[in-house]
């Protein structure tokens, strides 16, 4: 009984409440943006200026360089990693159906295997499997200012129309932006921990922070990510309530 | 097969490294701690990936003379010597000069170059002349000046209102962007585990 | 070969290895910071030597700390190590993802990383962030809490400020938009009003943050001159100059 009382303790009720709120309305909302239920958006400038260079580039033929970050999948950074991902995979699928050129570069190689995959279907789905070149992902290393100076180099290569660097950045994040910075090219991207995000914001033209990064899919090409943002920001109304009551409560006396 | 068989084998590890995380159990502990023994191995199978990814970047260019043949020839030795010596002898003096006088003055330079690219990144950002530079310049400027000694000395308020800076409203920021990091993680995390993303096929 | 390789800085004569290694350490120091007057041939060097260096140092490591000893305890003992066994066999099918024709037998292994992954993501997001900081974003308002008169009134406004702030950048990021009808456009408008405070919190905030990392960059900036000015420099002193 001891034994049973002690394991009921150390469980972390806060987590399963949120958890047992949070996953039904995923669930919910995920099945409506999924049957065709669109849930309008606020404007962010960063995301929509990424889909005006996607479709410049298909124009003039220009590659956009699109910078992975170093966060590695397997590891509590594969949130931000995917996001990486998912931009890349947007820009690699608009490329792949003009049959143009595109550049992924990474500091993780989880990131790296994952990318092939996303290229290598990019490339088969839109009907030019031949295409795919292992030389359009590159890898410098896992030392993220390794990477930070091997991307750098890459991009001397020849004009890129855009340098876009979403996900897990720290320091490097910076480096790479403002080593570009005399580029004629535009420069955006977007972290989510406030320190990295703060030195990115001071660098790049336009920026997505925090939470920003994860809605990528939703503003890009994957509607089904939607129902996940609605969930959000039901749940961002549920916590703001619970802080609210919460303090008003600890205020009148009646919480510790 | 090729696609169902991942899908299993991710919402499976999914599901037992959240439950390590949210039920106290040791065998959950164990199959937790297998499973990040298991991410270790993988990575590193990927670093192999990753490193002939930089050689066969490197090599085509020796070979084709894109790029500077001598820059990728000096990469590529670099590597290769910096790994076999590692490899075969990694206590020894070589390894540790490597170190000491190669890797460690490099990355500490790379580091030591922001504080050119910090300046000139903030220069262009305040000259953006909108109210949020100006809040952005008014209180980076606050905090760098009242870490310097003769502030202090100076006026002392200034650096009353900097612990106050730091205390509520950069706590308050600080408390909301990660409650926002967190939701936004907490959604993507959810749409690997239920299969509304699927980026190990490709997708 | 490799051995001579490995053994040549212990041949060398004492200190000899030490005074090649500052020489080295400072002219690579110089060539990294030359970079702030624009590109240049030395730049690219140390450029293309950071990563060959740091490609092959983690390599090496990636040998000597993760694979082999493991594959060392599973080959010793293959019943205790099982698992190890089992996630080498998927190492191996990972790094089919280098040949197109055998590539989607890399996607079992990134099922397996992408999954621990979300699962470790979720876990730390819900304990270690979200649950502890809406505990700690739940404050007293009440000035008696506080202390006796003004102290009392002033720690209340801060905890005011502190909730409001929270409220307000977490605002900040509602992604969903308009409704329609009176109940719509009062909370549209709220959030509007939030959000702008939210973004100046934030600015608040980044502006601190930068401070605080430029003030690092100094420090790493101010080690590398040190390093120049009294390591290097010394040398010039013992060669009589």
Known sequence: MENVLLVTQKIDLGAWIVLLIFVPFFILFTLRAKSGARFPLRPIAAYKRLCELVSQAAESGHVIHVGMGSGGIGTPATPEALMGLTVFGYIARQAAQYNQATLGTTGDPTILTAAQGILQRARAEAGFPEQYSRRELQFYGPHPFAYAVGAFDSLRARPYLANVLLGHFGAEGLWLAEATSSKEMSRLGGVAPPTAAALMQSSLDETVIGEEVFAAGAYLDKPSHLGSLASQDLMRIIIILTILVGSILTSLGYLG | ???????????????????????????????????????????????????????????????????????????????????????????????????RYLYVPLQSTMTALLAFFVVSAAYRAFRLRNIEALILLVTSLLVLFTQLPFVGAISPSLAIIRDWLMRVPVTAATRGLILGIALGTIATSLRILLAVDRPYTGE | MLETLANVMNALPAGTASTIGTWVAALLTLAVLSFIFGENPAFRLAEYLFVGIAAGYAGALAWTQVLWPRAKLFLANPQAYWYYGLFFALGLLLLTRGVRSLSTLGNLPLGVLFGTGAGLALGGALTGSLVPQ????????????????????????????????????????????????????????????????????????????????????????????????????????????
Not at chain 2, 29 to 56: K, P, R, S, Y
Request: hydrophobic content about 60%; proline content about 2%; overall charge positive.
């Open chain 2, 1 to 99: 097969m090729k696609k169902t068989l991942p899908l299993i084998v991710a919402i499976l590890c999914g599901v037992l490294s959240l439950a390590d995380f949210i039920i106290p159990n040791p065998q959950l502990d164990a199959l937790g701690a297998v499973l990040v023994e298991g991410v270790t191995i993988l990575a590193a199978f990927a670093l192999l990936l990753g490193l002939l990814n930089i050689l066969g970047t490197h090599v085509h260019r020796v070979a084709t003379g894109e790029g500077s043949r001598g820059l990728s020839l000096s990469l590529i030795l670099a590597m290769l010597i910096t790994m076999a010596v590692g490899i075969a002898f990694p206590h020894s003096g070589t390894l540790r000069w490597i170190f």
């Open chain 3, 134 to 241: 809406i505990e700690a974003s739940v404050v007293s308002l009440s000035p008696a809490d506080y202390g006796q008169g003004l102290v009392g009134w002033a720690y209340a406004i801060d905890a005011f400020i502190l909730l409001i702030g929270t409220i307000a950048v977490l605002s900040a990021f509602h992604f969903t938009g308009k409704g329609q009808g009176a109940w719509s456009g009062f909370w549209h408008g709220l959030l509007r009003i939030l959000q702008g405070a939210g973004r100046g919190f934030i600015m608040v905030a980044f502006g601190a943050l930068l401070a605080g990392a430029t003030l690092s960059f100094f420090a790493a900036l101010q080690s590398r001159l040190a390093f120049l000015l009294r390591d290097w420099i010394k040398l010039f002193g013992n060669m009589g100059l």
